[in-house]
Protein backbone atom coordinates (compact mmCIF):
# COMPACT_ATOMS: atom_id res chain seq x y z
CA UNK A 1 0.00 0.00 0.00
CA UNK A 2 1.39 3.52 -1.10
CA UNK A 3 2.42 5.62 1.95
CA UNK A 4 3.73 8.96 2.64
CA UNK A 5 7.87 8.93 4.12
CA UNK A 6 9.40 11.22 5.37
CA UNK A 7 13.43 11.81 6.41
CA UNK A 8 15.22 11.99 8.58
CA UNK A 9 13.34 10.81 11.51
CA UNK A 10 14.87 12.71 13.85
CA UNK A 11 17.21 15.80 13.59
CA UNK A 12 18.76 17.68 16.61
CA UNK A 13 20.05 20.92 15.94
CA UNK A 14 21.48 24.37 17.53
CA UNK A 15 19.59 27.43 17.95
CA UNK A 16 19.83 29.33 14.60
CA UNK A 17 20.87 26.90 12.19
CA UNK A 18 18.81 25.72 9.32
CA UNK A 19 16.81 22.37 9.00
CA UNK A 20 15.39 21.39 6.06
CA UNK A 21 13.01 18.22 6.44
CA UNK A 22 11.96 16.29 3.65
CA UNK A 23 8.53 14.18 2.57
CA UNK A 24 8.13 11.85 -0.20
CA UNK A 25 3.99 11.96 -0.63
CA UNK A 26 2.03 9.82 -2.21
CA UNK A 27 3.08 9.62 -5.80
CA UNK A 28 -0.71 10.51 -7.68
CA UNK A 29 -1.70 12.84 -5.12
CA UNK A 30 -1.69 16.60 -5.89
CA UNK A 31 -2.33 18.23 -2.16
CA UNK A 32 0.64 18.53 0.33
CA UNK A 33 0.64 19.52 4.15
CA UNK A 34 2.73 20.23 6.96
CA UNK A 35 1.92 20.02 10.01
CA UNK A 36 3.50 19.89 13.58
CA UNK A 37 2.93 18.50 16.94
CA UNK A 38 4.57 19.79 20.33
CA UNK A 39 5.34 17.13 22.73
CA UNK A 40 1.66 16.21 24.52
CA UNK A 41 -0.25 18.96 22.01
CA UNK A 42 -2.59 19.17 19.86
CA UNK A 43 -1.91 18.87 15.82
CA UNK A 44 -1.32 22.06 14.14
CA UNK A 45 -1.66 22.92 10.49
CA UNK A 46 0.56 24.52 9.04
CA UNK A 47 0.73 24.69 5.48
CA UNK A 48 -0.84 23.51 2.58
CA UNK A 49 0.26 23.32 -0.66
CA UNK A 50 -1.07 22.88 -4.87
CA UNK A 51 0.06 23.49 -7.90
CA UNK A 52 3.47 24.59 -6.60
CA UNK A 53 2.16 26.65 -4.61
CA UNK A 54 1.27 27.69 -1.05
CA UNK A 55 -2.61 27.66 -1.24
CA UNK A 56 -3.36 28.25 2.64
CA UNK A 57 -0.93 28.76 5.64
CA UNK A 58 -1.78 29.12 9.61
CA UNK A 59 -0.33 31.93 11.74
CA UNK A 60 2.39 29.70 12.56
CA UNK A 61 3.62 29.40 9.00
CA UNK A 62 5.67 32.85 9.44
CA UNK A 63 8.82 34.07 6.98
CA UNK A 64 10.83 31.23 8.91
CA UNK A 65 9.60 28.44 6.97
CA UNK A 66 8.89 28.03 3.65
CA UNK A 67 8.20 24.79 1.66
CA UNK A 68 9.08 23.66 -1.89
CA UNK A 69 8.77 21.00 -4.18
CA UNK A 70 12.00 21.09 -5.61
CA UNK A 71 11.48 17.91 -8.20
CA UNK A 72 8.00 15.31 -8.89
CA UNK A 73 8.57 13.26 -5.54
CA UNK A 74 9.77 15.49 -2.47
CA UNK A 75 8.07 18.05 -0.58
CA UNK A 76 10.15 19.99 1.81
CA UNK A 77 9.92 22.07 4.70
CA UNK A 78 12.73 24.51 5.71
CA UNK A 79 13.07 26.19 8.74
CA UNK A 80 15.40 29.48 8.46
CA UNK A 81 16.83 30.00 11.65
CA UNK A 82 15.63 27.60 14.21
CA UNK A 83 14.05 28.19 18.01
CA UNK A 84 13.92 26.56 21.01
CA UNK A 85 10.10 26.62 20.26
CA UNK A 86 10.04 24.73 16.79
CA UNK A 87 10.96 21.57 18.60
CA UNK A 88 8.28 19.35 17.96
CA UNK A 89 7.16 16.31 15.60
CA UNK A 90 6.64 17.17 11.95
CA UNK A 91 4.20 15.48 9.90
CA UNK A 92 3.67 15.82 5.83
CA UNK A 93 0.74 14.56 4.86
CA UNK A 94 -0.98 14.13 0.91
CA UNK A 95 -4.29 13.70 -0.22
CA UNK A 96 -5.56 13.14 -3.49
CA UNK A 97 -7.19 15.34 -6.34
CA UNK A 98 -9.78 16.98 -4.22
CA UNK A 99 -7.81 19.07 -1.18
CA UNK A 100 -10.85 17.96 1.59
CA UNK A 101 -10.36 14.14 0.98
CA UNK A 102 -8.41 12.13 3.03
CA UNK A 103 -5.22 13.04 4.11
CA UNK A 104 -2.41 10.60 4.97
CA UNK A 105 0.42 11.24 7.29
CA UNK A 106 3.73 10.46 7.40
CA UNK A 107 5.29 9.31 10.63
CA UNK A 108 6.98 12.53 11.44
CA UNK A 109 10.62 13.96 12.14
CA UNK A 110 11.19 14.56 15.37
CA UNK A 111 12.94 18.37 15.62
CA UNK A 112 14.72 18.91 18.76
CA UNK A 113 16.28 22.45 19.23
CA UNK A 114 18.80 23.01 21.25
CA UNK B 1 -11.57 28.58 14.99
CA UNK B 2 -13.22 25.73 13.29
CA UNK B 3 -10.81 23.16 15.22
CA UNK B 4 -12.58 20.10 17.14
CA UNK B 5 -12.78 19.54 20.62
CA UNK B 6 -12.78 16.24 21.77
CA UNK B 7 -14.41 15.04 25.19
CA UNK B 8 -13.74 12.93 26.55
CA UNK B 9 -9.79 14.02 27.27
CA UNK B 10 -9.24 11.14 28.67
CA UNK B 11 -11.26 7.20 28.65
CA UNK B 12 -10.19 4.24 30.46
CA UNK B 13 -12.09 1.35 29.77
CA UNK B 14 -11.57 -2.87 30.31
CA UNK B 15 -11.46 -4.83 27.07
CA UNK B 16 -14.69 -5.89 25.41
CA UNK B 17 -16.44 -2.51 26.35
CA UNK B 18 -17.55 -0.14 24.33
CA UNK B 19 -15.94 3.71 23.95
CA UNK B 20 -17.42 6.68 22.96
CA UNK B 21 -15.94 9.61 22.00
CA UNK B 22 -17.34 13.19 21.24
CA UNK B 23 -15.80 15.78 19.19
CA UNK B 24 -17.61 19.31 18.96
CA UNK B 25 -16.73 21.83 16.22
CA UNK B 26 -17.68 25.79 15.75
CA UNK B 27 -18.06 26.64 11.91
CA UNK B 28 -18.64 25.27 9.28
CA UNK B 29 -16.90 21.75 7.60
CA UNK B 30 -16.78 20.04 4.31
CA UNK B 31 -16.21 16.88 6.39
CA UNK B 32 -14.98 15.60 9.68
CA UNK B 33 -12.65 12.98 9.91
CA UNK B 34 -11.15 11.01 12.84
CA UNK B 35 -7.41 9.55 13.25
CA UNK B 36 -5.64 7.63 15.72
CA UNK B 37 -2.19 8.24 16.96
CA UNK B 38 0.19 5.38 18.97
CA UNK B 39 2.06 7.00 21.49
CA UNK B 40 5.05 8.89 19.75
CA UNK B 41 4.16 7.63 16.23
CA UNK B 42 1.94 9.57 13.46
CA UNK B 43 -1.46 9.72 12.75
CA UNK B 44 -3.44 7.02 11.16
CA UNK B 45 -6.69 7.77 9.38
CA UNK B 46 -10.10 5.96 10.33
CA UNK B 47 -12.69 7.55 9.14
CA UNK B 48 -14.34 10.14 7.09
CA UNK B 49 -17.58 11.95 7.09
CA UNK B 50 -18.70 14.14 4.70
CA UNK B 51 -20.84 17.17 6.11
CA UNK B 52 -24.24 15.62 4.21
CA UNK B 53 -23.57 12.52 5.99
CA UNK B 54 -25.04 11.42 8.89
CA UNK B 55 -23.81 7.93 10.33
CA UNK B 56 -21.10 5.96 8.77
CA UNK B 57 -19.51 2.35 9.90
CA UNK B 58 -16.31 0.89 9.25
CA UNK B 59 -15.25 -2.44 10.68
CA UNK B 60 -15.75 -1.59 14.66
CA UNK B 61 -15.84 2.03 14.29
CA UNK B 62 -18.95 3.67 14.11
CA UNK B 63 -18.78 7.72 13.21
CA UNK B 64 -22.20 9.63 13.41
CA UNK B 65 -22.26 13.52 12.41
CA UNK B 66 -25.02 16.24 13.88
CA UNK B 67 -24.38 19.29 11.72
CA UNK B 68 -26.96 21.14 13.36
CA UNK B 69 -24.93 21.05 16.71
CA UNK B 70 -21.44 20.63 15.13
CA UNK B 71 -20.72 17.54 16.78
CA UNK B 72 -19.30 14.17 15.71
CA UNK B 73 -19.00 11.11 18.00
CA UNK B 74 -16.53 8.05 17.20
CA UNK B 75 -17.39 4.73 18.62
CA UNK B 76 -15.24 1.72 19.01
CA UNK B 77 -17.34 -1.53 19.95
CA UNK B 78 -15.75 -4.84 21.68
CA UNK B 79 -12.73 -2.65 22.43
CA UNK B 80 -9.31 -4.65 22.67
CA UNK B 81 -5.81 -3.97 24.15
CA UNK B 82 -4.58 -2.68 21.02
CA UNK B 83 -6.88 0.29 20.37
CA UNK B 84 -4.95 1.84 23.32
CA UNK B 85 -4.09 5.23 21.31
CA UNK B 86 -5.22 9.01 21.51
CA UNK B 87 -7.82 9.58 18.96
CA UNK B 88 -8.36 13.32 17.36
CA UNK B 89 -11.42 14.39 15.29
CA UNK B 90 -10.31 16.61 12.46
CA UNK B 91 -12.24 19.18 10.71
CA UNK B 92 -11.67 20.66 6.86
CA UNK B 93 -13.42 23.26 5.35
CA UNK B 94 -11.22 24.59 2.88
CA UNK B 95 -7.30 23.45 2.70
CA UNK B 96 -6.66 22.77 6.15
CA UNK B 97 -7.39 20.49 8.79
CA UNK B 98 -7.73 21.75 12.23
CA UNK B 99 -7.32 18.72 15.12
CA UNK B 100 -8.48 18.31 18.09
CA UNK B 101 -6.85 18.01 21.46
CA UNK B 102 -7.59 14.44 21.23
CA UNK B 103 -9.31 11.41 23.63
CA UNK B 104 -6.46 9.47 25.15
CA UNK B 105 -7.61 5.82 25.32
CA UNK B 106 -6.65 3.32 27.57
CA UNK B 107 -7.85 -0.24 26.88
CA UNK B 108 -7.18 -2.39 29.63
CA UNK B 109 -6.61 -6.14 28.82
Redo the contacts between chains.
Keep these: EPEVTQTPSHQVTQMGQEVILRCVPISNHLYFYWYRQILGQKVEFLVSFYNNEISEKSEIFDDQFSVERPDGSNFTLKIRSTKLEDSAMYFCASSGWRSQETQYFGPGTRLLVL | SQ?GEEDPQALSIQEGENATMNCSYKTSI??L?W?RQNS??????LI?IRSNEREKHSGRLRVTLDTSKKSSSLLITASRAADTASY?C?T???????????TRLTVKP
Aim: proline share 0%.
Design positions: QNNQYGRGLVHLFAAFSNDMRFGAG
